[in-house]
């Protein structure tokens, strides 16, 4: 299995690149979000690839990022979303906007990408909820170790940390213990 191909990007298109490494020119289909971060046609690239073999031929997908290409290996699992409807969904958003959308369940923001229907984009969502990573919430002010602690201590008692940072998220931590402020969100989170 090819990870990665590094050479001249010999051709520079919205849909797809040709990377010309030891005298051979690989067709690679890409995202938007992939096209906007390459460098200059004639300029050398490194594309992480993801190889897919149907009846027929085998096609490669490139990504400017090893966490794009695992979102869009993620993607083609989910039913009837295949390596062109992911690579469109990639094109739509990023991993980080994406990842946000189905931690919160954002259904309808993930229908507003041309393809993706409201059933796909549930089935998105409810496929892909569990799989992955939690979603960095920024904390704006307060308290950041207080917080964390917070967080610490509900997923040790079992609860998802997706969930536990959403809940924390929405805390005012001004003038509460650590203990007022855990009870608060287990309160929340029972509810």
Same mark, same amino acid.
């Given at each position: ?9 010999? $051709? ?54 090893? !966490?794009?290409?695992?979102?869009? !290996?993620?993607?083609?699992? $989910? ?6 409807? &992911? ?38 969502? $409810? ?27 509900? $997923? ?28 608060? &969100? ?6």
């Amino acid at each position: 299995m090819i990870n990665y191909i590094k050479g001249k990007l010999s $051709v520079k298109k919205p849909d797809f690149i040709v990377v010309e490494a030891y005298g051979v020119g690989y067709h690679i289909y890409i995202s938007l979000n992939t096209f906007s971060n390459l460098p200059n046609e004639g300029d050398e690239v490194k594309i992480f690839v993801q190889q897919i073999l149907k009846d027929d031929g085998i096609s490669l997908y490139g990504f400017i990022s090893e !966490n794009e290409r695992d979102f869009f !290996n993620l993607l083609i699992k $989910v039913s009837k979303v295949g390596p062109k409807l &992911a690579l469109s969904i990639l094109s739509g958003f990023n991993v980080e906007e994406l990842k946000e959308c189905i931690a919160t369940k954002n259904h309808i923001k993930l229908a507003s990408i041309p393809g993706i229907g409201k059933k796909t984009a549930e089935r998105i969502v $409810v496929e892909l909820k569990d799989k992955l990573d939690s979603v960095e919430v920024e904390i704006e002010s307060g308290d950041v170790q207080i917080l964390e602690d917070v967080v610490s201590a509900l $997923v040790n008692l079992g609860y998802k940390k997706q969930d536990c940072l959403k809940v924390v998220k929405k805390l005012d931590i001004n003038n509460f213990s650590f203990e007022e402020l855990l009870k608060e &969100a287990l309160k929340q989170l029972t509810s």
